[in-house]
């Protein structure tokens, strides 16, 4: 217990004496720690969107730690940091994908060692979620390092633009952009940025979507929206096709237009009235264990007009599905009768 609680003070006082150095724009840019006062058997790696800061997994961290998990939510390099920031003089994010890589990786490995028993063996169980961009890296931790990570959780990931004409505009030109919503509630990000910084996880995505089809990754739920304007449902879609031929357990569930959840997803802050169904949709993943075969024959079942209880004991499927899950499923019957889970 002793090494646990050293551990997690660690992390806790090194993560002040660095961002303390910093002129931060605001409290919510500050890395979100929820730690138990005893070793958890799973830990959360949550990684925020592109401009943002690690407000966009406060509630949905908060939702984890309150199942019994250990968060983490630590800001990105250049992000959040105070300045009269503008077309002359950009935010400083940085422009070479090896500082986020490296930044990744560097808290994976403080996520396993948050899940140190009192024996002093470490836990394999971390969940790795992001946003957008965030969930760009959290991708490409799922290819290269899936033997430390149980499940990904990819909301909205940015595998490419909804529109091919910016991608081409990203790679090519060294623009300022500011966001058409910079002056949004509960936008405490940045409000624009240059192109260049955009277009290194642009060209991961690429990588991403390369080799997630020659390999075997970590399980992924990939979460998309009809009403998410910014990044291509169809990259992600392609992603998940890849992932599901060497890992089954992944899930592809996309929020009906009806919903208007836009890109940014995770908090009713940056305008999701539907934070907690996102919420109880990672939760319903993360907590259950059964294939998307068994996902889409539970829709069927349930499409056919069976309940939901009857539909999971007919397919043997009651030890194995979260109680969330079954929010998901008749919230998308009412809705959309399952189009949310059709790749097409």
């Not at 990105?76 to 070479?96: I, S, Y």
């Not at 760009?136 to 490419?160: C, H, M, N, R, S």
């Not at 910079?182 to 910084?197: C, E, L, Q």
Request: glycine share 6%; with cysteine.
């Amino acid at each position: 217990m002793s090494d646990y609680s050293q551990t997690i003070k660690a992390i806790i006082q090194q993560t002040e004496t660095v961002e303390s150095a910093l002129p931060l724009k605001n409290e919510a840019c500050r890395s979100q720690f929820f730690f138990h006062p005893h070793p958890t058997a799973k830990v959360c790696l949550f990684l925020h969107g592109f401009t943002a800061g690690p407000y966009q997994f406060e509630p949905i961290g908060k939702a984890f730690y309150q199942e019994g998990y250990n968060v983490l939510i630590p800001l990105q390099p250049g992000h959040g940091q105070a300045g009269d920031w503008n077309r002359d003089c950009p935010p400083p994010l940085p422009t070479d994908i090896q500082v986020y890589q490296q930044f990744a990786l560097e808290w994976l490995q403080i996520a396993r060692a948050a899940l140190q028993s009192p024996k002093g063996s470490l836990s394999k169980q971390v969940i790795v979620g992001g946003l957008s961009s965030g969930a760009t890296l959290a991708a490409w931790l799922a290819v290269d390092y899936p033997q430390y990570i149980e499940k990904t959780l990819l909301f909205a990931p940015y595998l490419g633009s909804k529109l091919a004409g910016i991608d081409w505009l990203v790679r090519r030109l060294p623009c300022y952009y500011e966001w058409p919503n910079k002056d949004d509630s509960g936008n405490f990000g940045y409000k624009g940025f240059r192109f260049p910084a955009l277009k290194l996880f642009l060209n991961l995505g690429r990588e991403i979507l390369s080799r997630a089809s020659e390999m075997r990754t970590a399980p992924m739920l990939v979460i998309a929206s009809e009403s998410d304007r910014a990044v291509s449902r169809h990259k992600q879609q392609t992603l998940f096709k890849s992932v599901l031929q060497h890992q089954p357990q992944s899930w592809y569930y996309c929020f009906d237009k009806s919903f208007q959840i836009h890109h940014r997803m995770m908090t009713r802050l940056e305008g999701n009235d539907f934070q907690n169904l996102v919420i109880a949709l990672a939760k319903a993943y993360v907590k259950s264990q059964i294939t998307w075969e068994q996902l889409q024959q539970l829709a069927h079942q349930m499409l056919q007009g069976t309940s939901w209880t009857d539909s999971v004991r007919d397919l043997n499927l009651t030890l194995q599905v979260a109680p969330e899950l079954e929010v998901i499923m008749t919230t998308s019957l009412r809705v959309d009768r399952f189009k949310c889970l059709s790749l097409h």
